[in-house]
């Protein structure tokens, strides 16, 4: 079946340090790609998506590009701030669905 | 807007006992899920509403029921807790269409002693 598989955390950074979290999936078909963030005691929310291959979702710095052949979906961001410090989530949505289906999370910790 | 609305934020159960977890919406959106949150398993999903009426289950639906008489509410019902359903729940809605974002509730953290 689909699935998420993304990068162990937690993930301990400096300010202003270079960010990559990995993110891979199997799917059958075309599925939209989701990076979703939760910060202390909130629910998720959306970071940015990207639902054709070549893609690239951006928002607050994040950036994630869709690539079909290598099946990931890698979230970058070039220098970050303590106020990143969150759990980010990696999901798809299968195509002609309603199903979600989420990574493990990866915990980003971010030192002044 | 409020959004997505879950009631209790915590709640604390003795095994056997049943209660409802609230979930409200006021974006009149379709689609209505539940998930539970465990540590090293991300969110995995229990049941889902694509309108009123209708519902279906997710990846771990055993011990749970919903149901879905209006658009804006989804409770989710457990009838017996057990210790296994210790968990964070989530609650999310989107509108039509399976690439749109969902929409997160705040959550509810439930023990089962």
């Known amino acids: 079946g689909d699935s998420v598989t993304q ?15 990995n993110c891979t999936y199997t799917a059958t078909g075309y599925p939209s790609l989701f990076w979703y963030v ?14 054709k291959a070549d893609d ?10 869709y690539r079909k052949e290598t099946t990931s979906f890698h979230l970058e961001k070039g ?21 979600y289906i989420f990574g493990t999370g990866t915990r ?4 002044a | 807007n409020a959004g997505v609305t879950q009631t209790p934020k915590f709640q604390v159960l003795k095994t056997g006992q049943s209660m409802t977890l609230q979930c409200a919406q006021d974006m009149n959106h379709e689609y209505m899920s539940w998930y539970r949150q465990d540590p090293g398993m991300g969110l995995r999903l229990i049941h889902y ?9 997710g990846e771990v639906p055993n011990g749970y029921n919903v149901s879905r008489s209006t658009t804006e509410d989804f409770p989710l019902r457990l009838l017996s807790a057990a210790p296994s359903q210790t968990s964070v729940y989530f609650c ?3 509108s039509r269409g399976t690439n749109e974002k969902l929409f997160f509730g705040s959550g509810t953290q ?3 002693l």
């Open chain 1, 108 to 111: 980003l910790k971010v030192l």
């Open chain 1, 7 to 21: 990068m162990e955390g937690p993930v301990t950074l400096s300010e202003e340090a270079f960010l990559t979290i």
């Open chain 1, 79 to 99: 220098s970050v701030q303590v106020s990143d410090s969150a759990v980010y989530f990696c999901a798809l949505s299968a195509s002609g669905t309603y199903k």
């Open chain 2, 49 to 57: 509403s694509v309108g009123a009426g209708i519902t279906d289950q």
């Open chain 2, 92 to 94: 999310a809605s989107s």
């Open chain 1, 56 to 65: 690239k979702g951006s928002n607050k710095g994040f950036e994630a590009t």
């Open chain 2, 110 to 112: 439930l023990s089962v």
């Open chain 1, 38 to 51: 939760q910060y202390p005691g909130e629910g998720l929310q959306l970071l940015l998506k990207a639902t």
